[in-house]
């Protein structure tokens, strides 16, 4: 620490509280050359956290323990506009906030051991959400210090015990082992204990009308998965392998799961796909699906993404961005060795295949990135990241990659990590430098098409598959009998491509391979006739009728609208055969269904009024955003507005998940385009709360 910070520090205290908001830009400018942790080790985060619901604020009391590891007169904690409301400190240790910061001023003994308790509030602007019934939080990207004051640098790992209080009916998740319920009154108090200290990204809590089931892995841990009871027919959909995934990365990783017991649970109006907090994953409830929509779109691959964080990511940590692959990569390379075990090889090498495409196409535009840039897209660190890591196993092979894997894992346990420690522990046990492959596949920003392509073709099926996409320039009477021979028992993804060639040839000439498409049952050549052929021949009419009871939905979706679209005559039917089909979480087939029905005139007319007020009551609060987004996307097709739906759509454009606002305010804009609308919003505006009065002024005048 630099000297002339303190005196500087202390004149400026002995100045008064006025200028207390320069101490933190002065010691910004300090702490660029040493990071707090070298100067301090917090050890513990004791923390009652009770969210109100009505102010969507959280009340706090937190005890931390802490060491110093040299002699210093202050330290802090990040605290992102908390208030500090009551301070107990015993040994002499002044406490003091600023709008970003704790501050804990002492005359620091190094290596002596601390404690500070403090009682707080805070109104988070984000990483912790009031959504409906539910509340939960978000860490990474979005600072855990908005809610607890914890660091937000990464390299400071903390054993965080939280207790949360919460209505008596409500269920509570956070990180670590439920040590009791307390109940009072009308509420009851959640106490959970981790044993293990982890970075403050990763610390989580929720609170809802949840069920659980429960689980045991072969290694004993205890696996809750968690479900709202509406949707208690989905459990098993939703999660299923989850132990055959749980047990299959414990033993490929080949260390024992680190943490005490693990928990999964779906969260209303989530932003990312999922997220690994210890212990406790969460994720959106887009992958809460039934048995149709296991096969268009399942939880599996991010239940094994986010399962495989807990070793890569939440055990060992990256120092900084620079090798966020380290997370990624892994996370990623290791989910597709799971869904290997559970999908087959083909399906393996067909996602490195898609990957491999997409990185390809941008690595030809000169757009590559390094893996070790720290602004590389999500694409490069998840995918490239995998795709070194199987070049890097087929490079030293199977046992070596494994072992040293194990090295690394156990030696940098609880601790971060950077990409050398990972590429010197390979190094070991290879007994060579990877200098090349440290070029080739982490420093160099194009992508190793040629490479990747050679390690594709050791897959049979990628060569055959090869052999069919070749065809896409020969004319259809050249390649007739090979696009046969692919629609025969075929495999999911050669069948597919065999159908997209028929697109546009000539009819007569394809009748009779849709026909061997259809009746191959195979469920993804199926929807790939219903996604590419739009405009139905009479002769496909019956077969393509059948698509409607696919067992997908996307299948279903498509087929329905081809169908209305092609036989207006029959518009009717199908509607009928389709009525009160829902469809995936965001109830994509019902609102398609809905926006339908409203638009088929002569369909039941003494139904229109409840099926447009179902149609607006989606765009409710009440329901997810997924639900949302399409019911105001319907209505705006319609310009079907009730005062209600104005009113929902105001507030969905200030929504906390970005995608969901920006869409929303797309649609708010061309209606303030339209004066009758225009007009009408201003008189609604009057009835507003301040914020959302703000905001739509702002809408309307700018
Ligand atoms: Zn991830």
């Known amino acids: 620490m630099n000297p002339l910070y303190i005196i500087q520090k202390i004149k400026l205290l002995e100045l008064g509280i006025s200028y207390r908001w320069l101490i933190p830009l002065l010691i910004t400018g300090i702490y660029s050359h040493a990071q707090q942790t070298e100067i301090v080790d917090f050890i513990r985060v004791e923390a009652q956290v009770k969210p109100i619901y009505s102010e969507k604020k959280v009340l706090g009391t937190a005890t931390y323990t802490f060491q110093t590891l040299q002699r210093c007169d202050s330290i802090f904690l990040d605290a992102v506009d908390v208030n500090l409301l009551k301070v107990n400190s015993k040994k002499k240790i002044s406490i003091t906030s600023t709008n970003k910061k704790i501050w804990l001023v002492s005359n620091f003994i190094p290596y002596k051991t601390y404690t500070v308790s403090f009682s707080y509030d805070a109104t988070p602007k984000q990483a912790l959400y009031f959504t409906g019934d539910q509340i939960w939080t978000q860490g990474q990207g979005k600072y855990t210090s908005h809610w607890l004051p914890s660091l937000d640098d990464m390299n400071d790992k903390i054993e965080f015990d939280l207790s949360?209080?919460?209505?008596?009916?409500?269920?509570?998740?956070?990180?670590?082992?439920?040590?009791?319920?307390?109940?009072?009154?009308?509420?009851?108090?959640?106490?959970?204990?981790?044993?293990?200290?982890?970075?403050?990204?990763?610390?989580?809590?929720?609170?809802?009308?949840?069920?659980?089931?429960?689980?045991?892995?072969?290694?004993?841990?205890?696996?809750?998965?968690?479900?709202?009871?509406?949707?208690?027919?989905?459990?098993?959909?939703?999660?299923?392998?989850?132990?055959?995934?749980?047990?299959?990365?414990?033993?490929?990783?080949?260390?024992?799961?680190?943490?005490?017991?693990?928990?999964?649970?779906?969260?209303?109006?989530?932003?990312?796909?999922?997220?690994?907090?210890?212990?406790?994953?969460?994720?959106?409830?887009?992958?809460?699906?039934?048995?149709?929509?296991?096969?268009?779109?399942?939880?599996?691959?991010?239940?094994?993404?986010?399962?495989?964080?807990?070793?890569?990511?939440?055990?060992?940590?990256?120092?900084?961005?620079?090798?966020?692959?380290?997370?990624?990569?892994?996370?990623?390379?290791?989910?597709?060795?799971?869904?290997?075990?559970?999908?087959?090889?083909?399906?393996?090498?067909?996602?490195?295949?898609?990957?491999?495409?997409?990185?390809?196409?941008?690595?030809?535009?000169?757009?590559?990135?390094?893996?070790?840039?720290?602004?590389?897209?999500?694409?490069?660190?998840?995918?490239?990241?995998?795709?070194?890591?199987?070049?890097?196993?087929?490079?030293?092979?199977?046992?070596?990659?494994?072992?040293?894997?194990?090295?690394?894992?156990?030696?940098?346990?609880f601790k971060n990590v950077t990409t050398d420690d990972f590429i010197s522990e390979v190094e070991k046990v290879y007994g060579e430098k990877l200098t090349d492959f440290k070029s080739d596949w982490l420093q160099q920003s194009a992508f190793k098409t040629e490479q990747a392509y050679q390690s594709l073709m050791r897959s049979n099926f990628i060569n055959e598959f090869f052999k069919i996409s070749a065809l896409r320039g020969t004319t259809l009477t050249n390649k007739i009998l090979e696009l046969e021979k692919a629609l025969n028992f075929p495999n999911d993804f050669i069948g597919q491509e065999a159908v997209y060639q028929l697109d546009g040839e000539d009819l007569s000439q394809t009748i009779a391979l849709y026909k061997m498409a259809f009746e191959s049952n195979n469920l993804y050549v199926r929807q790939a006739i219903a996604l590419s052929l739009i405009s139905i021949p009479d002769e496909l009419k019956v077969e393509y009728e059948s698509l409607l009871k696919d067992d997908s939905y996307v299948t279903q979706e498509t087929a329905?609208?081809?169908?209305?679209?092609?036989?207006?005559?029959?518009?009717?039917?199908?509607?009928?055969?389709?009525?009160?089909?829902?469809?995936?979480?965001?109830?994509?087939?019902?609102?398609?269904?809905?926006?339908?029905?409203?638009?088929?005139?002569?369909?039941?007319?003494?139904?229109?009024?409840?099926?447009?007020?179902?149609?607006?009551?989606?765009?409710?609060?009440?329901?997810?955003?997924?639900?949302?987004?399409?019911?105001?996307?319907?209505?705006?097709?319609?310009?079907?507005?009730?005062?209600?739906?104005?009113?929902?759509?105001?507030?969905?454009?200030?929504?906390?998940?970005?995608?969901?606002?920006?869409?929303?305010?797309?649609?708010?804009?061309?209606?303030?385009?339209?004066?009758?609308?225009?007009?009408?919003?201003?008189?609604?505006?009057?009835?507003?709360?301040?914020?959302?009065?703000?905001?739509?002024?702002?809408?309307?005048?700018?």
Request: with cysteine.
């Open 560 to 702: 329905l609208g081809n169908l209305w679209v092609s036989f207006p005559e029959e518009k009717s039917k199908y509607l009928n055969a389709m009525d009160g089909v829902m469809g995936f979480q965001d109830k994509n087939i019902r609102q398609f269904w809905l926006f339908l029905a409203l638009i088929t005139e002569d369909y039941k007319p003494e139904k229109k009024s409840d099926q447009l007020s179902e149609l607006r009551q989606y765009t409710s609060p009440k329901y997810g955003n997924a639900i949302r987004e399409i019911a105001l996307e319907y209505l705006g097709y319609l310009n079907l507005w009730d005062d209600a739906a104005l009113f929902n759509l105001i507030d969905a454009c200030q929504h906390h998940y970005w995608r969901f606002q920006k869409s929303s305010r797309v649609i708010l804009a061309n209606l303030i385009e339209d004066d009758s609308f225009r007009n009408r919003l201003i008189l609604l505006g009057k009835e507003l709360d301040t914020t959302s009065s703000n905001f739509l002024n702002k809408m309307l005048y700018k």
């Open 164 to 413: 949360i209080v919460a209505p008596k009916d409500k269920i509570v998740i956070a990180n670590g082992n439920l040590l009791n319920i307390i109940e009072k009154g009308n509420l009851k108090t959640w106490e959970f204990d981790m044993k293990k200290p982890m970075s403050s990204y990763l610390v989580a809590f929720a609170v809802g009308d949840f069920e659980k089931k429960e689980l045991t892995s072969t290694s004993d841990i205890p696996i809750e998965l968690y479900y709202n009871n509406l949707v208690s027919n989905k459990v098993e959909s939703t999660y299923r392998y989850t132990t055959a995934i749980f047990d299959y990365l414990e033993t490929e990783i080949g260390v024992p799961y680190p943490w005490q017991n693990y928990k999964q649970v779906p969260v209303h109006d989530f932003m990312y796909a999922g997220m690994e907090n210890t212990t406790a994953t969460f994720f959106s409830e887009a992958f809460v699906v039934d048995s149709i929509g296991f096969s268009d779109r399942n939880y599996v691959n991010i239940n094994a993404h986010e399962l495989a964080h807990q070793w890569f990511g939440n055990y060992i940590t990256e120092t900084e961005g620079t090798h966020h692959w380290l997370h990624e990569g892994f996370a990623t390379y290791f989910a597709l060795l799971a869904e290997r075990q559970i999908f087959g090889d083909d399906y393996y090498y067909w996602k490195l295949f898609q990957s491999a495409e997409q990185l390809a196409s941008i690595s030809n535009e000169g757009k590559g990135e390094s893996l070790l840039n720290p602004n590389s897209s999500s694409l490069t660190f998840y995918e490239k990241g995998a795709w070194a890591l199987h070049i890097l196993k087929e490079k030293v092979g199977e046992e070596i990659f494994k072992t040293a894997i194990k090295n690394y894992l156990e030696k940098y346990q």
